[in-house]
């Protein structure tokens, strides 16, 4: 079965600060890789997602992620955040033609970000 | 265009009693995917529906179920309600697989056992 893991469950950092979460999964065969980001109060949003090609992938408000197959990984990085960016942020996989059509969330990393 | 919508957003059941929770997609998505969110097990993945068959079923006991009509609205329902089962219940809604495009997420719904 496939599964995620994020390694920070919470993060506090100044505004100007630069932000990498990290996100591990476990499948050996091909997935497609996600970023979704829960501000408070708010639902569920797409910040970026990776299916193929350039390994470095840019998403919404200055986000980016770095897809490392060797390492199965999906980090996520913003070089300069500011104080809205305090959210939740969730790495998900899909497996794809195995487990079935479905996102597996890793648990999640609470980002606060002080002005 | 407008957003996955699901209502109710807050319920309060008692333990014993069922529940069903609504979901409409956006127009022209017919796929659709519920999860269950705590604090301690994260977002947890329930079932998905496309176009009105079940495809995939997460593990959960069989008080959990669902279903999706012609038009792609879907409807979860939990019976037997125990406290555990208190969590926020979100509605995710795509094109086709959430393999490949993009997810939807509705605002969910918050259940309450007591």
């Known amino acids: 079965a496939q599964s995620v893991s994020q390694h920070n469950h919470h993060v506090i950092l100044s505004e100007a600060a630069s932000l990498e979460l990290g996100c591990n999964y476990s499948y050996g065969g091909t997935v497609n890789l996600f970023w979704y980001v829960q501000y408070p109060g708010q639902h569920l949003q797409l910040l970026l997602k990776?299916?193929?090609?350039?390994?470095l992938v840019k998403g919404i408000k200055g986000f980016e992620a770095e897809f490392i197959k060797s390492k199965f990984s999906f980090n996520l990085r913003k070089p300069s955040v500011q104080w809205s960016d305090t959210a939740e942020y969730f790495c998900?996989?899909?497996?794809?033609?195995?487990?079935?059509?479905?996102?597996?969330f890793g648990g999640g990393t609470r980002v606060l970000v002080k002005p | 265009k407008a957003g996955v919508t699901q209502t109710p957003r807050y319920l309060i059941k008692t333990r014993g009693q069922q529940v069903t929770l609504s979901c409409s997609p956006i127009?022209?998505?017919?796929?659709v995917s519920w999860y269950q969110q705590t604090p301690g097990q994260g977002l947890q993945f329930l079932f998905e529906?496309?176009?009105?068959?079940?495809?995939n079923k997460g593990n959960f006991p069989g008080r959990f179920s669902g279903r999706q009509f012609s038009n792609s609205r879907s409807e979860m329902n939990v019976s037997t309600l125990e406290l555990g089962d208190s969590a926020l219940y979100l509605c995710?809604?795509?094109?086709?697989?959430?393999?490949?495009?993009?997810?939807?997420f509705g605002q969910g719904t918050r259940l309450t056992v007591v």
């Open positions: 990776y299916f193929s090609g350039d390994p």
């Open positions: 529906y496309f176009s009105e068959t079940q495809r």
């Open positions: 998900a996989v899909a497996a794809y033609k195995a487990a079935g059509n479905k996102l597996t």
């Open positions: 995710a809604s795509s094109l086709d697989s959430v393999i490949n495009t993009e997810a939807f």
């Open positions: 127009s022209g998505h017919r796929s």
